[in-house]
């Protein structure tokens, strides 16, 4: 049977190739996101700090929260440092981001109060006045999240 580009039986298909065949161009309006936060300094900040599962210090990683929608970013402002997997012991980024080290249900309130306890950690310090005025340009008020 020769291989045949068109349309099918399959309604949903016949509908596509209606609208391209109407010279239905137009694309739909993408939803408005917010525009996630980027900032290597900050990274590169939470990285220096312990790891906030098992506390080991020299091996961590800025890590983001599980993302909130499919396509959206997170933004490094609430990054919490996790270890590297290592010869012979895994780390605590693969495992937050396999859903092992914490369970699913809970991961969003466990990465919303280690994102927390890491920027009072960093703000209790001295950082570079471009990344305090950041830090304070895109703060956020306080939320209450349960475990």
Not at 2 to 20: D, M
Not at 87 to 96: K, S
Not at 102 to 114: F, G, L, S
Request: with cysteine; proline share 10%.
């Amino acid at each position: 049977m020769p291989f045949v580009v068109g349309p099918s039986r399959n309604p949903v298909t016949q509908l596509a190739w209606a609208g391209l065949r109407a010279g239905d161009t137009q694309q739909k309006a993408a939803m408005p996101k917010d525009d996630a936060i980027r900032s290597e300094p900050y990274r590169r900040l939470v990285a220096a700090l312990p790891c906030a599962s098992c506390g080991v210090q020299g091996f961590s990683q800025a890590a983001h929260p599980p993302p909130t929608g499919k396509g959206i970013k997170e933004s490094d402002l609430d990054c919490f440092p996790l270890c590297c997997t290592r010869p012979g012991i895994p780390g605590c980024h693969v495992e937050f981001d396999q859903y092992r080290l914490v369970p699913r249900e809970k991961m969003r309130a466990k990465a919303a109060k280690w994102a927390r306890e890491t920027l009072a950690k960093i703000k209790a310090g001295k950082l570079p006045k471009k990344l305090v005025e950041l830090l304070e340009k895109h703060a956020k008020p306080a939320q209450t999240v349960r475990e």
